[in-house]
Each structure stands twice: as structure tokens, then as C-alpha cells.
């Protein structure tokens, strides 16, 4: 990878309405006009049908449109006999590529108790398919759950040593937090590249979620702009946008190794950025899947 010129790539989810899944096709065939460098496929956590979703959608993401796709899998939630079956049906699908994480826990769904951890997944689709790409997800600003910064770092080692070669952050606002924990990284020895997970804000409601549910520090400039334009639909989006536009350069002017967008199914603000900074990714080549 050009050092001057990072990843682009983007986050999808399965809809659960055929209108959701015509509007994703819609998505998909508008993204693959930006040239990412893989298309991630979220699952979810309390329903049983990763085969009909993540996997169908990652095989028309990687076999229609020719984008390299990287299928999640929830650890909390899968047994070793489904994740044997998964891994027979991504060579199936011709896709090598999986995000191995441990899942949100839902209260009310009972946890399978073949992977506890993350790391403990990573670890065994490495066993089972060792030409696998193991992607692992990762806290610029510690996991939630975790008790200090020394433990999270630990446990995040324990992936990357259990065959987890890339790592995707969570969210996050603040540069400083990302670059941070990057450094935090190096000095326990993770040097597999990071790549930095981005959420553009250009609805209110999404900025009133976010306010109330994350764990990640929101700066004043971020939530300046959404007091100024909290009832001003338009101006709230293009400000959200011009937010996001100016975090991801900053991001790519400092080094970081590649932008991954968490879409929301939407291919606009995805679109408006590549047209905006386009020119700042490395865009121009597939890598073979």
C-alpha cells in the first residue's frame, strides 16, 4: 500500500425488508463506483442466519461487483460447528476475508460457549484455514467493558497473536484518541495495520443516538454543530459532512493506514467524500481477493 495514499472501504448491513435490500443493491452498485478496497458485512447478533444474510451479501458484493468482501462473524454467538460450515461456504463463495469479533451481548440471547472471546475465534479459523485474511475489531478509546487501558491493549495483543492481521477501530470523534492508541499499540508490540472506522453525522437523529449512546468522547467542535444545527436538516448534513471530510484528512495527513466508512446503507456521503478528497486514497488498483 502507498504510505501517501490509504484504503478506502465501507461498512454494510443485511436489510431485513425487501425495500431494505433494494435500496442496498442500489447502494452497493453506487459504492462500486468509488473502487474501495473491500466491502465489509455486518451480522446480526439474535438471529441464526448468517448464511442468508452476511454470506449471500458478501457474495454478491464480491462475485457481481468483483469488490473483495469481508464477512463478519460474532464469536458470542457461533458454535465451531457453524464457523467450520461458514468457512466451507465463504471458499464456496471464493472469499477469504472475515472480521472475527465477539458481538454486542443481547440479555435476552443466550450466548454459545465454544468462543468466549474474540481472540479465541481468531485463533481457531486461523487453525482452520490458515490463508484466511482474520480482520479484528479494535477501541481507539478502550472497549466499554474493559477495566483500564493496560488490559484492553493486552487482550487486543492476544488477537493479533492468535493470527488476526488487521485491525478496524470502533467509531471514533477525536484524532488525538486514535493516534494515541495507536502509539499504545506500537509499545506492545502491534504493528498489524489499523485502520480507522469512521461515521459521518448528517441527520439528526443519528446525532441524537449517537449523543446518548456512545462511549466516545465527543469534541466541542463536533457537538457545536449540532447545537447550531439541530432543527436545520440541510445545514446539519453538509456541516456533519464538512466534520467528517476534515477528520479524515487530518487522519490521512498523520499516517493513518486506511479510512473504513460505516455507511448506514446510504452510498451519498461515501459519494460526496470520494468527489471531495477522492484523490487522497489509494483507489486505482484491486487487490486479488
Do not use: W
Not at 267 to 274: G, K, L, R
Not at 277 to 284: A, E, M, P, R, Y
Request: charged content about 20%; aromatic content about 8%; proline content about 6%.
Amino acid at each position: 500500500m502507498n504510505d501517501n495514499h490509504p484504503s478506502l472501504s465501507f461498512e454494510v448491513f443485511p436489510p431485513n425488508t425487501q425495500a431494505g435490500m433494494d435500496n442496498i443493491v442500489t447502494t452497493l452498485d453506487q459504492l462500486q463506483t468509488l473502487k474501495p478496497r473491500f466491502i465489509s458485512v455486518t451480522c446480526s447478533n439474535n438471529k441464526n442466519d448468517i448464511e442468508e444474510t452476511t454470506l449471500k451479501l458478501a457474495g454478491y458484493i464480491n462475485n457481481t461487483l468483483n469488490i473483495p468482501a469481508i464477512a463478519h462473524l460474532p464469536a458470542a454467538y457461533l458454535s465451531a460447528e457453524q464457523v467450520k460450515r461458514i468457512l466451507t461456504e465463504l471458499n464456496a463463495l471464493n472469499i477469504q476475508q472475515v472480521l472475527a469479533l465477539r458481538g454486542d451481548i443481547i440479555p435476552t440471547v443466550p450466548c454459545k460457549k465454544d468462543f468466549r472471546y474474540a481472540s479465541d475465534l481468531i485463533k481457531f479459523v486461523h487453525i482452520q484455514e490458515p490463508t484466511f485474511k482474520i480482520s479484528g475489531a479494535c477501541y481507539p478509546e478502550i472497549h466499554p467493558e474493559s477495566p483500564d487501558l493496560v488490559s484492553d491493549i493486552h487482550y487486543l495483543k492476544q488477537k493479533v497473536d492468535a493470527g488476526c492481521t488487521q485491525l478496524i477501530t470502533q467509531l471514533f470523534f477525536d484524532n488525538d484518541k486514535f493516534f494515541g492508541f495507536k502509539e499504545n499499540c506500537a509499545l506492545a508490540g502491534i504493528n498489524v495495520p489499523i485502520i480507522a472506522g469512521i461515521m459521518p453525522i448528517t441527520n439528526r437523529k443519528q446525532a441524537l443516538r449517537l449523543i446518548k449512546t456512545t462511549s466516545a468522547h465527543l469534541p466541542k467542535k463536533f457537538l457545536a454543530i449540532f447545537d447550531k444545527y439541530e432543527h436545520d436538516p440541510e445545514s446539519l448534513r453538509t456541516a456533519g459532512l464538512a466534520y467528517a471530510v476534515d477528520q479524515i484528512v487530518d487522519l490521512i495527513t498523520r499516517g493513518a493506514e486506511g479510512i473504513h466508512l460505516y455507511t448506514m446503507n446510504h452510498a451519498e456521503t461515501a459519494i460526496n467524500i470520494q468527489k471531495t478528497i477522492g484523490s487522497l486514497f489509494n483507489t486505482n488498483e484491486q487487490p486479488s481477493k
